[in-house]
């Protein structure tokens, strides 16, 4: 692969955009996990499925629009799902969690209808659903830069708010924090890193890169910060390991990522079990 | 600078559902005080609370915070609050004692700008008054309760409040570390000159260290100094408390009768 690498453009453009989302998608993971809202990220890819589904359609039945990457009506859509959980939060204070079936269910209504009247699934699709090493062009490359770039900058700028939203929102509230605020801007960025890690990761399998590294981290840190970076770790060898073997084994990558990370959790829980018990005796 | 008015509520009255749960409350604070707020269970001690800390809006009245109506106040690092349900967070939270206290300072803090070693510093010393400082990287959901009781304390001082909101602080904390923390509040209140309002319902312990006793059923049935309270107790308020007390019994099995 490493040869390939430097000859083929679009290994460089998955290889690197993959390396961003193995960041980005574990980072916003954190705090959607310790907020108990893991199935967030999971309506938000099927709702990016349904904006990929309106642009091939679009694409099929309109005219004079050809090459319109898909991943751009998916990240509206998501945006859009996005807002309009925060809505149903709102209205339902007491059940939070019901905003997510909500919007999953009416997001993989709606694309179903879509794919249909846009002639069924092709290879494009597929791709969408588990990932692909070649879909990746320059251009999503650098969307999906600036898209880390900018995620980045905004947890380090608003940790503190973030953190403290995250833990105790009341606290949080008598703290000055401006709680709907940053709840907006935090789910705006978890679906344009959703709509950024679907090319590689795939919709089916975006949800599994923002929480599975979370799920090992959490096995093994104390701390916060120490969460958040064994997560970025934990995602980043999921990706890299996961788009090798994806292109030696000729498979989309979403899979061999997700079995990365799966294997990685399984070995953090392990690993915790060894040590609490060579405690336990220790202790004896 | 004395006696100033800190908090200021004028015929507040609030409402979850249908009852009243705060009905005309007129109550003020006065800096330098430190009020003891008593009343049977479900008597809106916590709502009114909430309502003192924009955690919840009035449905009537109006509440001032240092002179500002509270829609307007900004001023949030001068209040340090312990709620009755501090630690019913999610305990398998991924933090340190030291990240929790750390929090009580954002406001302080402000924002666009990032904890440094000060207020790390700052936190030590939050924990070393509760006693907690050995435990500043231990995660937070492996305390006990008491432990994380005393932890809460320590994020409400860290931002150096003059005005100090206790619901309820003391419930799992054990007798020594009661002593120790009433020992604390006289000496922030008297020696600071911190503002204290406390939610309690050992009625014996704070007629001994409040300068004022607030006794409230939705509504504010007493308002007076310690002194005063004792003559009040063995008479009126006994009667009071009972006969209010009574009234809710009575409510409640209305409501299972006939459930609205
Ligand atoms: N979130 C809520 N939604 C609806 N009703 C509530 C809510 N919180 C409290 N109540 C009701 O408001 C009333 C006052 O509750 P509050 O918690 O203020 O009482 P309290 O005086 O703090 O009681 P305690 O001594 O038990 O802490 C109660 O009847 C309670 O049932
Ligand atoms: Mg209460």
Request: proline share 3%; hydrophobic share 45%; glycine share 8%.
């Amino acid at each position: 692969m490493i040869e390939s690498f430097f000859q083929y453009e679009f290994l460089q453009n998955a290889a690197i955009t993959g390396i961003l989302i193995g960041i980005v998608a574990p980072l916003l993971g954190v705090f959607i996990v310790v907020r108990r809202l893991s199935l967030i990220a999971d309506a938000l890819s099927h709702i990016t499925l349904t904006g990929i589904a309106a642009s091939l359609l679009l694409e099929k039945k309109v005219t004079g629009i050809n090459d319109w990457n898909p991943v751009y009506m998916g990240m509206v859509f998501s945006v859009g799902g996005a807002i309009l959980i925060e809505r149903l939060r709102k209205l339902y204070k007491h059940y939070e969690e019901l905003a997510i079936p909500i919007i999953l269910s009416g997001g993989i209504g709606l694309g179903v209808i879509l794919i249909s009247l846009a002639d069924g699934f092709n290879t494009d699709l597929f791709s969408y659903l588990f990932g692909s090493v070649t879909a990746v062009d320059r251009t999503s490359m650098w969307t999906v830069l600036i898209i880390t770039i900018m995620v980045i900058a905004i947890v380090i700028l608003f940790y503190k708010e973030l953190f403290v939203l995250s833990f105790d929102e009341e606290q949080a509230s008598i703290s000055g924090v401006n709680g709907r605020w940053i709840h907006l801007l935090f789910i705006v960025m978890v679906a344009l890193v959703i709509a950024a890690s679907m090319q590689v990761v795939g919709i089916l399998l975006v949800s599994a890169l923002m929480t599975l590294p979370v799920a090992s981290a959490l096995r093994l840190a104390r701390s916060f910060k120490q969460t958040i970076g064994l997560s970025i770790a934990f995602g980043e060898t999921s990706v890299l390991i996961g788009l090798f073997s994806s292109y030696h084994l000729s498979v989309p990558p979403g899979g061999t990522i997700v079995m990365v990370a799966v294997i990685i959790l399984v070995m953090t829980i392990l690993f915790k079990k060894v040590r609490t018990q060579q405690w336990i005796k220790g202790e004896v | 600078m004395s006696n100033h008015p800190i908090v200021k509520m004028e015929q507040v009255s609030f409402k979850y559902e249908r009852e009243w749960v705060v009905k005309d409350v007129n109550l003020t604070i006065r800096q330098g005080q430190f009020l003891g707020l008593v009343g049977p269970n479900g008597s809106g001690k916590s709502t009114l609370i909430k309502l003192m800390l924009g955690l919840a809006k009035p449905d009537r009245g109006s509440i001032t915070l240092y002179d500002r109506p509270i829609k307007n106040f900004s001023n949030w690092q001068e209040i340090g609050f312990v709620s009755q349900k501090a630690n019913s967070f999610n305990s398998g939270f991924p933090a340190t004692v030291l990240e929790v206290v750390k929090a009580g300072l954002v406001s302080r803090i402000g924002t666009f700008k990032f904890f440094n070693k000060k207020h790390k510093d700052k936190a030590m010393q939050a924990l070393h008054t509760v006693e907690m400082e050995d435990y500043a990287h231990s995660n937070i959901g492996e305390l006990s309760g008491g432990q994380q009781q005393r932890v809460f304390i320590a994020r409400a001082l860290v931002s150096d409040p003059s005005l100090l909101i206790l619901d309820e602080p003391t419930v799992g904390v054990d007798a020594k570390h009661v002593t120790e923390f009433y020992d604390l509040l006289g000496r922030l209140n008297k020696e600071q000159g911190i503002t204290l309002l406390m939610v309690t319902h050992d009625i014996g312990t704070i007629t001994e260290h409040a300068t004022h006793v607030v006794c409230m059923n939705k509504t504010v049935h007493f308002h007076g100094n310690t002194e005063e309270y004792k003559e009040f107790n063995d008479e009126d308020l006994n009667r009071l408390y009972g006969h209010s007390v009574q009234q809710l019994t009575h409510n409640h099995d209305h409501d299972e009768v006939n459930p609205s």
